[in-house]
């Protein structure tokens, strides 16, 4: 069964940093895609950022390019983001997702976590 | 990075048909057939329903159709149920970034 778990999320002044995990299970991770997409409170689903399965493309959405780093350790079944620089309007559910080899879907999703950005 | 158009909610009945639109541009949807669709319950995780425009993944119901001509891409839902109310998201590859729509809210009557 696959599984996607993601960790790392709370509260952090303005400006500050957060490092968020996804532990993947299940399914042979070096095989696809990874990514992350949040939900604002209320708000609809925002496309943040993508990793191909070896690293050999990165993508971000241009509100976070510059201040959030992707990155994954095939050998641990992990994906990351570094977010530093954060700003209220990062605050949402992040979601860690699995996706084919170009990331024009996400098949399987983990539950979140929240990151509230207030002073 | 502008996001999809897709209408704020719909409604229909049991057993009824509904159809939600998703407008993009010549830049995603309208170059790329790789629209995907995503259902929502409050608070859950977003569900894969149609992926590469018209494709179901296993488990799917085949109620759930999906298609697209030029820059707007459509999900269609047959034969309602009452457990299809949810939030639904299109999303669409565009080249080194992803576009979802803003979201639209299925009533069931």
């Known amino acids: 069964e696959v599984q996607l778990v993601e960790s790392g999320g709370g509260l952090v002044k303005p400006g500050g940093s957060l490092r968020l995990s996804c532990a993947a299970s299940g399914f042979t991770f070096s095989s696809y895609s990874m990514n992350w997409v949040r939900q604002a409170p209320g708000k609809g689903l925002e496309w943040v950022s993508s990793i191909s399965s070896s690293s050999s493309y990165i993508y971000y959405a241009d509100s976070v390019k510059g201040r959030f780093t992707i990155s994954r350790d095939n050998a641990k079944n992990s994906l990351y983001l570094q977010m530093n620089s954060l700003r209220a309007e990062d605050t949402a559910v992040y979601y860690c997702a699995r996706g084919p080899a170009r990331p024009d879907y996400f098949d399987y999703w983990g539950q979140g976590t929240l990151v509230t950005v207030s002073s | 990075q502008s996001a999809l158009t897709q209408p704020a909610s719909v409604s229909g009945s049991p057993g009824q048909s509904i159809t939600i639109s998703c407008t993009g541009t010549?830049?995603?949807?309208?170059?790329?057939?790789?629209v995907s669709w995503y259902q929502q319950h409050p608070g859950k995780a977003p569900k894969l329903m149609i992926y590469e425009g018209s494709k179901r993944p296993s488990g799917v119901s085949n109620r759930f159709s999906g298609s697209k001509s030029g820059n707007t891409a459509s999900l269609t839902i047959s034969g309602l149920q009452a457990e299809d109310e949810a939030d639904y998201y299109c999303c669409s590859y565009a080249g080194r970034n992803v576009v979802f729509g803003g979201g639209t809210k299925l009533t069931v009557l």
């Open positions: 010549s830049s995603d949807v309208g170059s790329y057939n790789l």
